[in-house]
Nanobody, 115 residues
Framework: QVQLVESGGGLVQPGGSLRLSCAAS????????VGWYRQAPGKEREWVAT???????DYADSVKGRFVISRDNEKNTVYLQMNSLKPEDTAVYYC?????????WGQGTQVTVSS
């Protein structure tokens, strides 16, 4: 069974940094696109960043210049480095991929930005 497991969330002060990880089992992340999404309380889930199999990356305007998505193929893990965090970045962060038409989501990791 394909599994995506996020980790690295926590409580951080505004301006701080966190690195989220998305580790996969029974699927090769490097051959698929992988996206990070987030959902704040009372809001719709929104796209944050994507890395595709060829390595191209894309970011939502709200995080561009602050977040970096990367991939470690040997570890079969995708990361989201989050810098200059703002209170409005507070959300549950999920990683997502699609393989052979099937959609996969992790369980999410909570990020709270607060002083």
């Amino acid at each position: 069974q394909v599994q995506l497991v996020e980790s690295g969330g926590g409580l951080v002060q505004p301006g701080g940094s966190l690195r989220l990880s998305c580790a996969a089992s029974r699927i090769i992340l490097s051959t698929n696109f992988v996206g990070w999404y987030r959902q704040a309380p009372g809001k719709e889930r929104e796209w944050v960043a994507t890395v595709v199999s060829g390595g191209a990356r894309d970011y939502a305007d709200s995080v561009k210049g602050r977040f970096v998505i990367s991939r470690d193929n040997e570890k079969n893990t995708v990361y989201l480095q989050m810098n200059s965090l703002k209170p409005e970045d507070t959300a549950v962060y999920y990683c997502h991929t699609v393989n052979r038409g099937a959609k996969y989501w992790g369980q999410g990791t909570q990020v709270t930005v607060s002083s």
